[in-house]
């Protein structure tokens, strides 16, 4: 069974940076795509980032390109989202997501609370 377990939300203020991890379990972990979305107070949940199996293709939203970055270890099982120059409008629940692309995703985590203060 597969489970996705995202850690390293919190407080932080505009211009400041923060790092998320997310921890799956399970074997289908390394060869599938892996990603981030967000989920601001009162609105859908939406596509942050997503990398590829190997971890030589990314993709952004724009609203994150050139301060966001998204990396991966298979060796740990463990996806990174790097997060730079924060602004208020990044504070979501940020949701960690396997095996899909875009907006579409087959798992999920609980998410993990970033609130950018300014």
């Known amino acids: 069974q597969v489970q996705l377990v995202e850690s390293g939300g919190g407080l932080v203020q505009a211009g400041g940076s923060l790092s998320l991890s997310c921890a799956f379990s399970g074997r289908i972990f390394r060869t599938k795509t892996v990603g981030w979305a967000r989920q601001a107070p009162g609105k859908e949940r939406v596509f942050v980032a997503a990398?590829?199996?190997?971890?030589?293709?990314?993709n952004y939203a724009d609203s994150v390109k050139g301060r966001f970055t998204i990396s991966r270890d298979n060796a740990t099982s463990t996806v990174y989202l790097l997060m730079n120059s924060l602004k208020p409008e990044d504070t979501a629940v940020y949701y960690c997501?396997?095996?899909?692309?875009?907006?579409?995703?087959?798992?999920w985590g609980r998410g993990t609370q970033v609130i950018v203060s300014s």
């Open positions: 997501a396997g095996d899909g692309w875009g907006d579409t995703w087959s798992y």
């Open positions: 990398i590829n199996w190997i971890g030589d293709s990314t």
